[in-house]
């Protein structure tokens, strides 16, 4: 048998070389090298890491995804202990008996033991180098920071492999993980007989129920922590293949396959695997899906970390839509605060601003609703929720769109709004005293594209606006059952009805839905009856074909419902802010449209 270090790695499937967006096929013979990686030496069985300066080179290494605790703390590189943790120190000794490439250097703390497992396990694999964040980017240097945190999406991205600590021993390793017994389908003996009918022995049957597999990965990968920590979820989706744990085993995944298990049993859960594709509007759909999932994570610096963790896999999202057939060569793509603008695509840059409030299992008494700072009001990452004790952290607010796949390609959803402009002006500007630019193609974005912003992005928008009151909970499940029917060409997928409020004209005729995430106009659950609040409906989409036509005394029996988006007027006229979305029908909300007149609309 093979030494554990020497045994060859095997190799990649073909399509586990494409990046997330489908568009470069890694070569990973000849795949550039992080700044820097830690070197694993083994001798006797015993790890010894080294961190190593690559200059340029080229070659293979695996990344390491997990969460940080003491020990990371403790060993983390910063500039006092650099070069202690290269063995270029002073205190460092090699290892005496025998004489071997491995030294120690007393001064520094012991790695964890998940970074010696993870060790352990690539030279098993034929790699000799680990990307380990903690390790690799020096941590109180703020300019080393800024240059490799930027680079960490790549990293993961043409890493040979990535390694997830979705569950770990409680010294906190990846081997020796105990197992219950009852964790485990029952195993049965049953005696084993020739042809003439003596036994010459026994064999062993054990039952495989599917489900069993699913729910072990649903619990130990899915719905492990690691998964919510918001630097996760771009090493998680750029990774071309991921090793994880549970106590039953390890889970394969990579961009062809679902996860499967050692034995090759697969694990099918919700939207584990998805595949970018050449059309717009399917990867604005899995975009919106993959914003549903991220909205809500975690983060050490909220408002700083929140957007910038994102770059990396808004990056492959734009080479993804560059290549998209609907796009031409020389068309212009923002990415702004987790949406993507479009000027020429206007369905699918107006689809992404129709987010609204999703239901959660969190225990939103323990939170208050808040505004994020710094982010526009027409983006999800505007929202968030803040703890109600002591500590008050900030989290984000679960949003999710009506987004299924047939309302991404159905072209026949007419846009009643357009985009003229967007800018960057100084928050303190927008109001009376600041003129937005003439120019209808007023599109500006300063570059860090993906970075945090010191200015307001604003939405120029030309559509029709009527002003509308929002009253409390529709009171009756009957009664959002009837608002679904009529607004919703699918009624089943109808999202999130338990933040639905009445909407009228000023009377008591019930004319739409609305969902409101502003913080000053959240109720407390099940009030329904509220003083009415005067706000504006922007009319931006007009779904056809709903079924209730009828029921209005129309000829055929549909009927038009609008899309709007829920406005209030911010330090004076055409300047608003978004405090919600909804959906408006009948044959008055016909003739208000019909009869408004076009205006300017910017949304900050």
Known sequence: MQPMHESPAPPLRGNCRLTLSRTERIDQEKTPLPARLVKIHLLNKTVSLTLEETNGR?????????????????????KANYACQRRQCKHHTSHPDPPSEISFCPQTN???????????????????????????????????????????????????????????????GLFGIKLNPEDLPPVVRLPFRDRSGEQKGYFYVQAYEPSETENDYSKAVVNFNLRT????????????????????????????????????????????????????????????NFMEQYCAFDFTEFEKDR??????????????????????????????????????????????????EAETEKDL????RVRAMGVPTWSWASMALRGRDNAGNITGLEVQWYSTKREYRDLKDE??????????????????????????????????????????????????????????????????????????RLPKTAPARSTWRRVTTGGSFIIGWASLEHPEHHLPPCSSAQPPVSVYAFFARRPPTIIGGHGWGNWTNYQTAFEVLVLREFRGPQYYERIGMGRLFGNDIEGLYAAAEDADVFLI
């Not at 990344?63 to 983390?76: E, K, V, Y």
């Not at 690539?122 to 990307?131: D, F, N, S, T």
């Not at 062809?256 to 859960?269: Q, Y």
């Open 58 to 78: 080229c070659g293979k290494y695996i990344a390491l995804t997990h969460r940080w605790d003491n020990s990371t703390q403790s060993s983390r590189t910063t």
């Open 110 to 172: 012991e790695f964890p033991t998940l970074y010696r497992d993870v060790g352990l396990m690539a030279r098993h694999l034929g790699i000799e180098y680990l990307w380990i964040d903690s390790l690799c980017i020096v941590q109180d240097d703020r300019q080393d920071w800024k240059t490799e945190s930027a680079g960490m999406a790549d990293y993961y991205q043409r890493a040979w492999l990535t390694i997830a600590s979705t569950t770990t021993t409680k010294e906190g």
């Open 229 to 288: 920590r918001g630097w996760g979820f771009q090493e998680f989706k750029l990774s071309r293949r991921l090793l994880t744990f549970s106590k039953r085993g390890a889970y394969m995944m990579c961009r062809t396959k679902i996860p499967e298990n050692l034995r090759g049993d697969t694990a099918v859960t919700q939207a584990v695997l998805f595949k970018m594709t050449d059309s717009l509007h399917h990867i604005l759909y899995i975009w919106s």
């Open 307 to 356: 957007l910038v963790a994102l770059g990396g896999v808004a990056h492959e999202f734009k080479r993804a839509l560059r290549c998209a057939v609907d796009i031409t060569a020389d068309e212009e793509i923002y990415f702004a605060y987790g949406h993507w603008i479009i000027p020429t695509a206007q369905k699918g840059t107006i689809s992404g601003l129709f987010w609204q």
């Open 365 to 368: 008494g323990k939170y208050e």
């Open 415 to 488: 846009i009643v709004c357009g985009i003229k402009g967007f800018s960057a002006i100084p928050p303190e500007q927008i109001g009376s005293s600041y003129t937005m630019p003439d120019d209808d193609g007023a599109f500006f974005i300063p570059e860090p594209e993906y970075s945090n912003h010191s200015t307001l992005r604003v939405l120029e928008l030309r559509g029709k606006v009527i002003q509308v009151s929002i009253h409390g909970y529709f009171p009756k499940d009957e009664d959002k059952n009837i608002a679904t029917n009529l607004t919703y």
